[in-house]
């Protein structure tokens, strides 16, 4: 084997860029490929930053006066959980057509229910459909009767 008289494989060279005598280079620019069109310049530095030192402590006053507002806020809340509690009376029935557990929240001064789960539709409902069902039932029965004699 040998080596010696293998054909060496030369990569081809790219087109030298052209020099265009209508885009003028600024100062410390580079040269690029792209058309004039779809080349950028860099912005200006501009100005320098101002550090403020005291926006950590107007940041942590800040942080300090949410918590402060949320806690608040909080504590309403409860405050009114509480009063909702002393108000409304919550019960478990169960319902006698349906046989349905059935949360209620009624009024403690005037009796009146404020909500019901499942809703008093819904429990009609059922009831509609178990009697439908029961009476289905026993048609199918009584079809299914022979009676003998003898």
């Known amino acids: ?38 080349t950028v310049q860099s912005a200006s530095a501009g ?24 806690f608040t806020n909080d504590q309403n809340g409860r405050a009114a959980n509480r009063t909702v509690d002393e108000t409304v009376e919550r019960k478990l029935v169960i319902d006698p057509q349906t046989r349905a557990i059935v949360l209620q929240k009624k009024d403690r001064e ?3 229910t ?7 539709l819904l429990l009609k409902l059922r009831a509609y459909s178990r009697e439908l069902s029961e009476r289905a039932r026993e048609a199918e029965e009584e079809r299914h009767l022979v009676e003998r004699t003898a």
């Open 110 to 112: 005037t009796g009146e």
């Open 1 to 38: 084997m040998e080596f010696g008289n293998a054909p060496r494989i030369v990569a081809p060279t790219a087109a030298p860029p052209v020099t265009r005598s209508d885009v003028t280079a600024q100062p410390g620019s580079v040269a690029v490929d792209l058309p004039p069109e779809k």
């Open 47 to 70: 100005a320098a930053v101002n550090v403020e030192v005291r926006a950590q402590a107007r940041d942590a006053q800040s942080r300090a006066d949410g918590e402060r507002r949320a």
């Open 114 to 120: 404020i909500s019901q789960l499942p809703d008093e």
